[in-house]
């Protein structure tokens, strides 16, 4: 009778204990169900939102301002309450996309459109196609005044095999002495100009395209102290050649570095046909520049230079000098060129000069030649400057420099023997 009796209460309460389970499984079931509830959006036309982006597009963006848009009518969704209160913005018809709490973009950032509103503003992948254009090559198109003609060629050397590489282009807007141009091009590399290349006479054509390759064997320790020589011809009806420009080029160190091929074009010079002077003559560029206050020399090349050649190998270099009140302010070198008597510089050299100086400054150029041993001459000089230093052709270079500035004014001047004290 006890255990029975025992039986019966131990099942009651187990009941009751599991009742109290269910109950509180049922409560937290209902809040884990009332955390998950959806709310269906605010039912509001799509054409009034678009309508009222619109209307504001002329108006500036402000930060924090929001506007309450709709989903498309005919799309039945709900939005958990965790994502409530964000927008979204429509992009084109049947696509509709997330705007961010603050959907003004950055102004600059985007392309004008005229017609354009929010949902516009907002587009992915939307470029601006003048960020991607490129520069227009106008070395075809702009010619300066009294341009004689534009020569393009390429220049590669290899270490290996100490070949220098010529490959000539084309040449556009020849000079030509008469109604038809018939050019042909001869390739020197000096100082030796006893030997040469030619191309090919393209008949009838101021724009001659040659596209031929010329191949000069030159040692690599010698290479950069050559110059490459363009000249260019006009055939007549008798086969005589007349000259209508050359280009004189340089083959420095960068731009035979990397074993790489490097197009250049250059411009046609006039070939001098003084006789040059009793010493020489040295052809350099002389600009100033008021607003940096800086001075630029360009010595460009040198030519009938009476050298020494008692013995061993010979260089010549350029020394230029700044003076003050005949007092040396700052000297400046260019590289060594082996013996040529036409040496070619190409180099350019700048100075800080104020405006109130030029009055008392001047440059002196001096052309140096260096022998076996670290001995050097002086072959000659020219110095150019204002009226107290200076008269002639000097005083015209540097009053021309001073008349036309941020301009590079080129001449040639003839070198005077230094008088020894």
Known sequence: MAEQLALVIGGTIGGLLLLLLIGASCCLWRRFCATLTYEELPGTPAMASAAASSGQQDRPCQPHARTQLSRPPDVPFVV??????????????????????????????????????????CMVGAINPELYKFPEDKSETDFPAGCLGRLWFS?????????????????????????????????????????????????????????????FQVSSKTVTQRVLKFSVYHV????KHQLLGQVLFPLKNETLAGDCRRVIWRDLEAESLEPPSEFGDLQFCLSYNDYLSRLTVVVLRAKGLRLQEDRGIVSVFVKVSLMNH???????????????????????????????????????????????????????????????????RELEHWDEMLSKPKELVKRWHALCRITEP
Request: hydrophobic share 30%; proline share 7%.
């Open 155 to 215: 220049v590669e050397y290899e270490q290996e095999a100490e070949r220098l590489l010529v490959g000539l282009i084309k040449a556009r807007h020849l000079q030509a002495p008469s109604e038809t141009c018939s050019p042909l091009v001869k390739l020197y590399l000096l100082p030796d100009e006893r030997r040469f290349l030619q191309s090919k006479t393209k008949r009838k054509t101021s724009n001659p395209q040659f596209d031929e390759h010329f191949i």
């Open 326 to 392: 005949n007092k040396f302010v700052k000297c400046k070198k260019t590289s060594a060129v082996l013996g040529s008597i036409n040496p070619v510089y190409n180099e350019t050299f700048s100075f800080k000069a104020d405006a109130t100086e030029l009055d008392t400054a001047s440059l002196s150029l001096t052309v140096v030649q260096n022998t076996e041993g670290d001995k050097s001459q002086q072959l000659g000089r020219v110095v150019v400057g204002p009226y107290m230093y200076t008269r002639g």
């Open 236 to 239: 007549d009806r008798q086969r």
């Open 80 to 121: 958990p309450p965790s994502l409530q209160g964000r927008d979204w913005v429509p992009l084109h018809s049947g696509e509709w996309t997330h705007a961010p709490w603050d959907s003004c973009p950055a102004s600059e950032l985007l392309p004008y459109t005229p017609s354009g509103g929010l949902g516009d503003a």
